[in-house]
């Protein structure tokens, strides 16, 4: 699939945005992709391969270049899967500026931020994370060994009243925010980290 208009426009979808270093981007990354699309009911996925994650260092990252052709190479033809850039288009830094970006410029799409466990664990970290729930649903898949730490970390428990049933995913994008669901979904082995170190490979 051709990459987003950075420029936006009308169409009515409901699209996953999976955000990341994606450094390198693996088979992983495709399975999350290929899930969300499953389970929610969307229509496709974005791949935001981010310029620079300020939670993580710079050094030992490839060129945003380098890892926009990786996201690329491992979603291969696919139909409903897109890599891009529009972080770096956009000139956002943080996840809720890109997001508040994007809804002005597709004001039809129904978004929904699809994360793993891993990161529900830290996303109190991040630079307005309410705000991110505020603006978007959420879609949470499991990453092992990090389930039920993730359940237990501290966005989950303020967020805990506005969490649906995984029953009920398919109907996440189109509530209102905020809204999550956590997808206990099959894992997939692939780590970047493996990867970097000459342990694994890419797809």
Do not use: C
Request: hydrophobic share 45%.
């Amino acid at each position: 699939m051709l990459p987003p208009n950075p420029w936006g426009d009308r169409r009515r979808l409901r699209v996953g945005l999976l955000g990341g270093s994606f450094n390198p981007a693996h088979a992983g990354h495709r399975h999350v992709a290929e899930t969300a699309l499953r389970l929610l009911g969307l229509d496709q996925v974005w791949l935001l391969v981010s310029p620079q994650n300020p939670l993580k260092s710079a050094a030992g990252m490839a060129a945003p270049a380098g890892r926009l052709a990786s996201a690329q190479a491992v979603l291969g033809r696919h139909p409903r899967l897109a890599a891009t850039d529009l972080e770096a288009r956009l000139g956002t830094r943080y996840t809720a500026d890109t997001l508040a970006r994007l809804r002005r410029r597709f004001p039809r799409v129904h978004f929904v931020w699809l994360m793993g466990a891993d990161n529900l664990v830290q996303v109190s970290r991040w630079s307005r994370w309410r705000r991110i729930f505020a603006t978007v649903p959420v879609a949470i898949l499991d990453r092992a060994p990090y389930s039920w730490t993730a359940l237990a970390a501290p966005a989950a428990r303020v967020m805990a009243g506005h969490r649906l049933k995984s029953t009920r995913a398919r109907a996440l994008a189109t509530r209102p925010p905020p809204a999550w669901v956590f997808l206990h979904t099959r894992l997939h082995p692939a780590s970047a980290t493996a990867i970097r170190a000459g342990r694994g490979a890419w797809i």
